[in-house]
């Protein structure tokens, strides 16, 4: 959890008061105070105290963490039914870029090609296959030295003037990420409609932030209007209500 570069960052700024690595598997609520027990490596265990908690997992894996008491009936179907889209990106080093356009459409399983790197100075470039929904999950379950094998043989159909200068690859599957089960949040038609404010909504002295509960689903700006709505939220006693209010920036 802790190899991702960002999050790193905005830690150094907080003075070690971010701690990474430990995996909450049960939130307790009771007389005034929560509390998070978490796992760590090695069989670790860890329990963590506080009068408020902002719970920022996402929906997809927080249906597996043990809530005692249970969350309201509402809340609960929500964080089972709400579903997420799949991705998986294929990054593809050429010993030259003669393309000059950044990114295409292709109606092969590779789906969207998109010039990876079209500002570094280096004769070399990368070609990037963007997978979603169903081609994403045909290609899930594949190891990634045959995600790589499929892409450069897809690319060679799209871009055949590079096809024997690939160098080497690299590819994720967030739907195989055992933090995320998806790529972000994918509402159903009505689904934002009828859940948005639920989601936000506290229960107890859990708050939620992500950009699931936020009024821009599956974008970093969502998230970060999430975390300041969380914040007003404690500072002021509400309750979530204020769900499209980061919107307007009050
Ligand atoms: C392929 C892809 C492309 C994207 N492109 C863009 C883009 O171009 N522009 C844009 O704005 N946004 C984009 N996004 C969306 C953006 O990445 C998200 O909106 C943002 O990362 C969500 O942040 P978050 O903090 O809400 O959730 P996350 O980033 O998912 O953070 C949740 C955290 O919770 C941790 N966690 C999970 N389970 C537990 C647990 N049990 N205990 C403790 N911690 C746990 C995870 O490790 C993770 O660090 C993209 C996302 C994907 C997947």
Same mark, same amino acid.
């Given at each position: 959890?802790?190899?991702?570069?960002?999050?790193?960052?905005?830690?150094?700024?907080?003075?070690?008061?971010?701690?990474?690595?430990?995996?909450?598997?049960?939130?307790?609520?009771?007389?005034?105070?929560?509390?998070?027990?978490?796992?760590?490596?090695?069989?670790? !265990?860890?329990?963590?105290?506080?009068?408020?908690?902002?719970?920022?997992?996402?929906?997809?894996?927080?249906?597996?963490?043990?809530? $005692?008491?249970?969350?309201?009936?509402?809340?609960?179907?929500?964080?089972?039914?709400?579903? !997420?889209?799949? $991705?998986?990106?294929?990054?593809?080093?050429?010993?030259?870029?003669?393309?000059?356009?950044?990114?295409?459409? +292709?109606?092969?399983?590779?789906? !969207?090609?998109?010039?990876?790197?079209?500002?570094?100075?280096? @004769?070399?470039?990368?070609?990037?296959?963007?997978?979603?929904?169903?081609?994403?999950?045909?290609?899930?379950?594949?190891?990634?030295?045959?995600?790589?094998?499929?892409?450069?043989?897809?690319?060679?159909?799209?871009?055949?003037?590079?096809?024997?200068?690939?160098?080497?690859? +690299?590819?994720?599957?967030?739907?195989?990420?055992?933090?995320?089960?998806?790529?972000? @949040?994918?509402?159903?038609?009505?689904?934002?409609?009828?859940?948005?404010?639920?989601?936000?909504?506290?229960?107890?002295?859990?708050?939620?932030?992500?950009?699931?509960?936020?009024?821009?689903?599956?974008?970093?700006?969502?998230?970060?209007?999430?975390?300041?709505?969380?914040?007003?939220?404690?500072?002021?006693?509400?309750?979530?209500?204020?769900?499209?209010?980061?919107?307007?920036?009050?």
């Amino acid at each position: 959890m802790a190899s991702f570069r960002l999050p790193v960052a905005l830690a150094g700024a907080l003075g070690g008061r971010i701690q990474f690595g430990w995996a909450a598997k049960r939130i307790e609520q009771e007389q005034g105070i929560v509390r998070v027990y978490c796992s760590g490596s090695a069989g670790a !265990h860890r329990t963590f105290t506080a009068e408020r908690l902002v719970c920022a997992i996402r929906f997809s894996v927080l249906r597996d963490v043990e809530l $005692v008491p249970a969350f309201s009936a509402e809340k609960l179907r929500a964080i089972r039914e709400l579903e !997420h889209t799949s $991705v998986v990106r294929t990054f593809i080093q050429y010993r030259r870029r003669p393309w000059t356009e950044w990114g295409w459409s +292709t109606d092969l399983p590779i789906m !969207h090609v998109l010039d990876a790197a079209p500002t570094q100075p280096q @004769a070399s470039g990368i070609l990037e296959a963007y997978r979603v929904g169903p081609c994403a999950r045909a290609a899930s379950p594949l190891s990634e030295e045959e995600r790589i094998a499929r892409t450069v043989r897809g690319l060679s159909q799209f871009a055949p003037e590079v096809s024997s200068e690939a160098q080497r690859g +690299t590819s994720y599957a967030w739907g195989l990420d055992p933090w995320a089960r998806g790529a972000f @949040a994918w509402f159903r038609p009505k689904q934002l409609t009828q859940w948005g404010r639920l989601l936000a909504t506290r229960e107890g002295r859990v708050h939620f932030a992500g950009d699931q509960t936020s009024p821009m689903p599956g974008w970093m700006e969502g998230s970060l209007l999430s975390g300041q709505r969380a914040a007003r939220e404690i500072l002021s006693g509400a309750s979530g209500g204020a769900w499209r209010r980061g919107l307007r920036g009050a």
